[in-house]
T-cell receptor, first 110, second 114 residues
Framework: AQRVTQPEKLLSVFKGAPVELKCNYS??????LFWYVQYSRQRLQLLLR??SRESIKGFTADLNKGETSFHLKKPFAQEEDSAMYYC????????????FGKGTKLTVNP | DTGVSQNPRHKITKRGQNVTFRCDPI?????LYWYRQTLGQGPEFLTY????????KSRLLSDRFSAERPKGSFSTLEIQRTEQGDSAMYLC????????????FGPGTRLLVL
C-alpha cells in the first residue's frame, strides 16, 4: 500500500536557523514526490517536485530511494516560511492521485 | 485565469440534509480530482474525472456521495443524508493531462454538519 509519513506534526525554529522537514514514503512503484505548502488562509500550492530538481524559495528536497525519504531542507529559515507543509506521493498509472502525509506545521520565530 | 474555484466556501447543514458543492477547474484542464481533508490529516483522495468520465472512486466515497462532471468542465459533489462524520474540507484539484502533471488546488469548501 502507498503511504507517506511525516513524523513531525509541529516544528519550530528561529529565523536564520536551518530547517529540515522529514518525509518518508512506502511505495512499490516508481515514486514521484512533491512538497505542497499551505500558508495561512491560502490554498494548497505546489512548492517543489523531485523530478524538476529545482530550488524554490530556498527550499530543496532530494529523493533518497534507499532510505525512501524526501526530506525538505532550507539552510536559513525566514519568518515567511511559517506554514503547513505536506509531502505527497503521486501514484503511478490510472488516476495518478496524490497520497498525502499528515503535514508538518512549521513556525519560524523572530 | 484565476485558478481552480470552489463554491460555496463554507456550508453549515443539519444532519440528514443533502448538500452540493461545485468546482470550476482551470480552463482546458481535462483531469479533475476531489479530495477530503479532516482536522489533523492531509487531503485524502475521493474520486477523479478525465473529461466527463469518472474513472476512479475511493472506498471513502460511500453510496451517499455522488460526483458528476457533465460536460467535462465544472464538477459537482453531492452528499445525501449528511452525517456528522462528513464534516471536513472538500478540496478540488485539476491538472492538464496525465503523465504525473502538477495538480492545482482550489480553496476548498468547508462543510459542518450539525
Amino acid at each position: 500500500a502507498q503511504r507517506v509519513t511525516q513524523p513531525e506534526k509541529l516544528l519550530s525554529v528561529f529565523k536564520g536557523a536551518p530547517v529540515e522537514l522529514k518525509c518518508n514514503y512506502s511505495y512499490s512503484g516508481s515514486p514521484e514526490l512533491f512538497w505542497y505548502v499551505q500558508y495561512s488562509r491560502q490554498r494548497l500550492q505546489l512548492l517543489l517536485r523531485h523530478i524538476s530538481r529545482e530550488s524554490i524559495k530556498g527550499f530543496t528536497a532530494d529523493l533518497n530511494k534507499g532510505e525512501t525519504s524526501f526530506h525538505l531542507k532550507k539552510p536559513f529559515a525566514q519568518e515567511e516560511d511559517s506554514a503547513m507543509y505536506y509531502c505527497a506521493l503521486d501514484v503511478q498509472g490510472g488516476s495518478e492521485k496524490l497520497v498525502f502525509g499528515k503535514g508538518t506545521k512549521l513556525t519560524v520565530n523572530p | 485565469d484565476t485558478g481552480v474555484s470552489q463554491n460555496p466556501r463554507h456550508k453549515i447543514t443539519k444532519r440528514g440534509q443533502n448538500v452540493t458543492f461545485r468546482c470550476d477547474p482551470i480552463s482546458e484542464h481535462n483531469r479533475l480530482y476531489w479530495y477530503r481533508q479532516t482536522l489533523g490529516q492531509g487531503p485524502e483522495f475521493l474520486t477523479y474525472f478525465q473529461n466527463e468520465a469518472q474513472l476512479e472512486k475511493s472506498r471513502l466515497l460511500s453510496d451517499r456521495f455522488s460526483a458528476e462532471r457533465p460536460k467535462g468542465s465544472f464538477s459537482t459533489l453531492e452528499i445525501q443524508r449528511t452525517e456528522q462524520g462528513d464534516s471536513a474540507m472538500y478540496l478540488c484539484a485539476s491538472s492538464l493531462g496525465g503523465g504525473r502533471k502538477t495538480q492545482y488546488f482550489g480553496p476548498g469548501t468547508r462543510l459542518l454538519v450539525l
